[in-house]
């Protein structure tokens, strides 16, 4: 298990109170102290902790994109063993509290001519999983593509 279960409990609780997330300044006014904020796609918002990993809790409480996130990470993890194309965020489930724990990506987004080649590459080996690679969802890591979102 990476990151903190006590941590995951701080961010849900803190979280929790917020239900208009449309606008950032809210977002950044809830994080706790020795929080950061990263960043928000369209189903979890994303935090990082004061330990230097990121934690995050569901837009809609109520669907399932967190658990979904965990089941594929694996499958992806199981086809990932033979291939440098790519490589994936550790990550966890704290499934208590609901909240995605993952290693922060310390990278570079990837410039906009290489999107398509680098995306491309990585649909074509987990061509039969449904993914969501774009650029918003990855960095390159010494020139390699690291996913944080699938
Ligand atoms: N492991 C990570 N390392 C660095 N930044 C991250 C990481 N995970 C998420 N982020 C930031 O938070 C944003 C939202 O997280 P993401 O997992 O893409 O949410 P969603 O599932 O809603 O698309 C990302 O676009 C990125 O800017
Ligand atoms: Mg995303």
């Known amino acids: 298990m990476i990151g903190s279960e006590t941590l995951a409990e ?3 609780s803190a979280t929790l109170i917020v239900n208009e997330w449309d606008d950032v300044d809210v977002a950044h006014s809830i994080i706790p102290n020795g929080w950061e904020y990263l960043g928000s796609g369209a189903y979890r918002h994303a935090f990082r902790g004061p330990d230097g990993f ?3 809790v569901q837009v809609d409480p109520g669907d399932e994109s967190n658990d979904e ?3 594929i990470g694996k499958m992806i993890l199981d086809k990932l063993i ?9 990550f966890d489930l704290f ?3 609901n909240v995605f724990v993952q290693e922060y990506v310390d990278g570079e987004i990837i410039a906009a001519h ?12 987990v061509s039969d999983l449904f993914l969501d690679i774009h650029p918003g969802n990855l960095r390159m890591v010494n020139g390699t593509p690291v996913i944080f979102d699938w």
């Open 10 to 12: 701080t961010i849900a």
């Open 54 to 56: 990121v934690y995050k």
């Open 69 to 71: 996130s965990f089941e």
């Open 82 to 90: 033979d291939s440098d194309d790519f490589k994936i965020a550790k």
């Open 95 to 97: 499934t208590d509290c």
């Open 114 to 125: 290489d999107a398509r080649t680098v995306c491309s590459k990585i649909y074509r080996f």
